[in-house]
């Protein structure tokens, strides 16, 4: 078998090596010239980090990533609402990562090149189209740096890994229109910054309308390690106003995003000077995409934000992406037939991706943070007397169970 994959983000490079490793053979045809570490930080969780793994990728992570020990809700005042540790320090038997995107995506490539060979990844390859047939697919890509040449490449399935704009999910449903907007837009950047706390805990102060989100994506370096962060900020109502014009990694400058940035307050940090110090910042629409009613057509199939592209929140997207790429690997590798396994992939993994994308809409685990503003928007004396434990604790549990990264207890913590 030979699989055609259009896409070398985080889930199409996954999928490549996780092929690999059970004897299949694959290429990946990227859009962009060449394969760089852009983007900025992201969370990987536990349950995805244990697949990476598994894949021998471990050490290298631990190299270029930071373990995420606690994580901290805020209100945008920076009061407290819940605060709990993350990945092992949790008990997980694996560790939550925070890591910039580029780094990971160079984590997985390298690899891709070492053991499946340099000419896996075929870059400036845009899929354009493809056609089917009972012995497989051909896909068509066009040289997307000049716009020129095109080629024709053969496999018994196509894997569309390529990203929320997918050519292969507009090919399925061409009556889709652009992604769903909320009405929030997002600047992001990183910059070296001295160690803030323990160097070690991700906040995120204010509900999905506002909120300041801030962590360290690298190790500790003579005092200081790269900070990650996020200004969200509703601009206007998703449901009738268009996402800001080329706002897909758009550079932005600092007068847009100050004055929001100064409406939140993290304890210890100063946010001005951070926002201030960084030398690029980008913006973002915060969009998603309504749950398909299928994702495999034949022997093609969607994969990661193609086919469940969510909101940045409850830090799931590129984990579902790594998840997806175990369950349809094991699904090939199981199956006597490629249009079966692709069944078995989507029967068990659209509703679950779907429930994620419902949830994250919601707010997703930071929920916690909105019904608490709701309550009480002001300054307060105790949380407890706002919205008591428990109800907090549902929330935010009730989330990771769902999305797949609760502590499993051990077998004799449950007979006790």
């Known amino acids: 078998m030979e699989v055609l994959i259009a896409g070398a983000g985080i889930g199409g490079l996954t999928t490549a090596l996780m092929l690999h490793q059970r004897g299949i053979r694959s290429r990946i045809f990227e859009r962009a010239a060449q394969v760089r570490e852009v983007g900025v ?19 290298r992570l631990d190299a270029v990533a930071l373990r995420t020990r606690e994580l901290r809700y805020l209100t945008k005042h920076g009061q407290e609402v819940w605060r ?45 189209g493809f056609i089917q047939d009972e012995g497989g697919v051909t896909a068509n890509f066009t040289d997307s740096i000049d716009g020129g040449n095109s080629r024709t490449e053969r496999g018994e399935i196509l894997i569309c890994a390529d990203g929320i704009h997918s050519v292969g999910r ?32 991700m906040a995120i102060g204010g509900g999905m309308g506002g909120k300041f989100v801030l962590y360290p994506i690298a190790p500790k370096k003579g005092g ?29 400058h600092l007068s847009e995003v100050l004055p929001h940035a100064k409406r939140f307050s993290i304890p210890g940090m100063d946010i001005e000077a951070l926002v201030r110090a960084t030398p690029a910042i980008y913006e973002y629409p915060m969009a998603d995409r309504d749950p398909l009613p299928r994702w495999t057509h034949g022997r093609v ?9 969510m909101y940045p929140v409850g830090s799931n997207g590129a984990s579902q992406a790594i998840l997806d790429a175990r369950c349809l690997a094991d699904a090939l590798e199981a199956s006597e037939h490629p249009r079966e396994a692709l069944y078995v992939y989507e029967k068990d993994r659209l509703p679950k991706t779907a429930e994620v994308v419902r949830l994250n809409r919601g707010g997703g685990p930071e929920r916690v943070i909105d019904e608490v503003e709701k309550i009480n928007p ?31 207890k051990s077998k004799k913590k449950a007979a006790s």
Do not use: C
């Open 41 to 59: 930080g992201i969370n990987t969780l536990p349950h995805a980090i244990e697949e990476l793994a598994g894949l021998g990728l471990l050490e």
């Open 84 to 128: 709990e540790l993350r990945g092992t320090y949790a008990g997980h038997e694996m560790p939550q990562f925070s890591i910039h995107r580029g780094r990971l995506q160079k984590v997985l490539y390298d690899a891709v090149i070492e053991r499946l060979g340099a000419d896996t990844v075929q870059t400036g390859a845009q899929l354009s």
């Open 170 to 201: 507009r090919t399925f449903y061409p009556d889709e229109g652009p992604p769903s907007w909320n009405g929030v837009v997002m600047w992001r950047g990183a910059t070296e910054w001295p160690v803030w706390e323990d160097g070690e805990t």
């Open 224 to 252: 200081k390690q790269l900070m990650n962060w996020v200004v969200g900020v509703r601009v206007a109502d998703g449901a009738t106003s268009p996402p800001p014009e080329k706002s897909w990694s758009k550079v932005a």
């Open 301 to 309: 199939t969607l994969l990661g934000d193609a086919a469940h592209p």
């Open 378 to 408: 002001y300054l307060f004396d105790n949380v407890d007397d706002v919205l008591s434990h428990d109800k907090r604790e549902a929330i935010v549990k009730g989330y990771a169970g769902t999305a797949g990264f609760l502590v499993k």
